[in-house]
């Protein structure tokens, strides 16, 4: 009977969990969008040093001078190269791009509350397309950033495809959709920087070099368009959506408000002591990527000022830590047993504090390529194991606010953490910013370590 009732639940809620374990189907039509979206996201991380070059060379508006000129009374107090002046304007400008990422994502996750996730998810993904349209003429250096600005303003899929996997999904089978994404994830840095990188080797540096790759994820962003539009059915029912608009806008102010957010004060269908777990998740989820997100931004140009690495070496580099976050996420996160996600994520998070000082002090490719090692299997098992962990908590009304609430804390912690970390680059100098950066990384390690304990007590409670 028990079997019967979940299988007439899983056709009414859009296929949610099939007797035999699997996945519905459109978890893996998620699953091949966001792939694609981050083919087209990721072809410009091997690209954005020789970027920032082409623009210092060859800007028509004046705009990357000016920004410059104001920053050159600093650059000779602090003794920096002027070379690292593209660092520090990369991470200003990953900070706006994450910042309105911060501010919009929110307010999409709360409209898909009341009105459903398919319209809203290709909403954001028409935003991304506009985007790369833009990316796609930027002979100017303010055409590039307006692209970055309505790329920030649009990239909510993210945080959309986590809420309508948390639909699909019942609580055990949830770790298993969460590495979906994150295989996803892995793909896409495993594909997509080879393809920018490829393109680029194809063109002339003083020529519009980006126009290939900005034409290929302007391609990708159509594609998921259709896919979207004829394949992907509702994920969210109409009977588990939100009342009112209204209410779901006023809560979408909670979500960029700091103290909401990291109270999770939107949250009210919880107990006392779930909501204090949730909120430690949060601040561990916040403080990891603060600093992570910041070292993680100026790693390309890390290696193209240290070891001269080129468009092509870069996007080598990524497939390196692409093929092993792959590997981990396939063979290992998407097959960790319920309830024990808390020690994958220790474990990933224990690893990327001597990743990020191998980087830094590396003074060999060798050494370099065991912090990327490093680094991958931490990228593949920390964020997809908290995302876990806080999708087990509010009830389904709820799900797609508390989700929202932590992919928020993500974008505000990347919204800080690439302008912080390239300013300890550019002041600091890189080995140094690294190694600090990788000792910081020791806290939210202790804090996942005492969450642990406190996650143990409340099921030996609940027993």
């Known amino acids: 009977m028990e079997n019967d009732k979940d299988c007439r639940l899983s056709k009414s809620c859009n296929q949610k969990i099939e007797d035999d374990g699997s996945l ?45 000129e104001k920053v050159h009374y600093f650059q000779n107090y602090f003794g920096s190269p002027a070379e690292f002046n593209k660092v520090l304007f990369a991470g200003l400008l990953g900070s706006v791009f994450s910042t309105l990422q911060f501010l919009a994502a929110p307010i999409f996750g709360s409209i898909s509350d009341v009105y459903g996730r398919k319209p809203v998810i290709i909403i954001s993904m028409v935003g991304i397309a506009v985007s790369h349209a833009i990316w796609c003429f930027a002979d100017y250096f303010y055409l590039f950033v307006i692209a970055r600005i309505v790329g920030g303003l649009s990239r909510a899929n993210i945080s959309l495809s986590t809420a309508i996997v948390t639909d699909l999904c019942s609580e055990k089978k949830r770790g298993k959709g969460m590495a979906l994404i994150g295989i996803a994830f892995a793909i896409g840095f495993i594909v997509g920087p080879m393809i920018g990188a490829v393109f680029a080797s194809r063109a002339v540096r003083s020529e519009n070099f980006y126009f290939l790759p900005a034409i290929f994820a302007l391609v990708m962003a159509a594609t998921d368009i259709v896919i979207l539009i004829f394949c992907f059915k509702e994920s969210l029912p109409k009977d588990k959506r939100a009342s009112s608009i209204g209410q779901g806008l006023a809560e979408a102010y909670q979500f960029i408000n700091p103290p909401s957010l990291f109270s999770f004060s939107p949250v009210i269908d919880i107990q006392p002591e779930e909501k204090r777990a949730l909120q430690k998740i949060g601040l561990i989820y916040f403080l990891f990527l603060f600093i992570y997100s910041g070292l993680e931004y100026s790693l390309s140009f890390l290696t193209h000022m240290r070891f001269m690495f080129t468009s092509m070496q870069q996007g080598k580099m990524y497939l390196f830590s692409g093929l092993i976050m792959i590997v981990i996420q396939g063979g290992y996160v998407r097959r960790i047993p319920a309830g024990k996600e808390i020690g994958s994520a220790a474990v990933g998070a224990f690893l990327i504090i001597p990743a990020f000082v191998l980087i830094g002090m ?21 964020v997809p194991c908290l995302t876990t962990i806080a999708s087990k908590f509010g009830s389904s009304r709820q799900k797609g606010t508390v989700l929202g609430i932590f992919r928020s804390l993500g974008s505000l912690a990347r919204a800080f953490g690439p302008v912080v970390s390239a300013i300890a680059y550019w002041s600091l100098t890189p080995t140094v910013s690294y190694c600090i950066g990788g000792i910081l990384l020791i806290v939210p390690l202790i804090l996942i370590l005492s969450l642990r304990k406190e996650l143990s007590r409340q099921t030996v409670k609940e027993d």
């Open 24 to 68: 519905p189907s459109s978890t893996y039509i998620i699953f091949f969008i966001l792939i694609i979206d981050l083919l087209g996201f990721t072809v410009i991380l091997p690209l954005l040093p020789a970027i920032f070059e082409y623009y210092d060379s060859n800007e028509k508006d004046h705009l990357y001078h000016w920004m410059d």
């Open 362 to 382: 590396s003074k060999s490719i060798e050494v370099l390529y065991l912090g990327l090692a490093l680094y991958a299997f931490a990228s593949a098992t920390v």
